[in-house]
């Protein structure tokens, strides 16, 4: 079955990097679109970067600072976070389309996804 499995969050500095990875199982990656997304206690899940077979984009509040690639040997996709600060403290979780998806598309809202994974937390702290 479709499974999705992020790893790569813990406690950074302010100013610092991480790279978050999602692995992916039960299906071949490279032709389906990943979205991250990121919630934060009291907040409204937010989309954050995506990524498709043909295209990336990513969310005007990350812009300049992160950005989405995927290695479709390893049936990865990561996101590679750079000058973080405390605001980017959340859960993050990356999540794919299966149903209906249309080849080379980017997806936006969180409701075109129909597969999760459990979630990895970052923590931006001094």
């Known amino acids: 079955q479709v499974q999705l499995v992020e790893s790569g969050g813990g406690l950074v500095q302010p100013g610092g990097s991480l790279r978050l990875s999602c692995a992916a199982s039960?299906?071949?990656?490279?032709?389906?679109?990943i979205g991250w997304f990121r919630q934060a206690p009291g907040k409204e899940r937010e989309g954050v970067s995506y990524i498709s077979s043909s295209d990336t984009a990513v969310a005007t509040s990350v812009k300049g600072r992160f950005t989405t690639s995927r290695d479709n040997a390893g049936n990865s996709v990561y996101l590679h976070m750079t000058s973080l600060n405390p605001e980017d403290t959340a859960i993050y979780y990356c999540?794919?389309?299966?149903?209906?998806?249309?080849?080379?598309?980017?997806?936006?809202?969180?409701?075109?996804?129909?597969?999760w994974g459990q979630g990895t937390q970052v923590t931006v702290s001094s």
């Open positions: 999540a794919t389309r299966t149903s209906g998806h249309i080849s080379g598309m980017l997806y936006y809202a969180a409701s075109e996804y129909d597969y």
């Open positions: 039960g299906f071949t990656l490279d032709y389906y679109a």
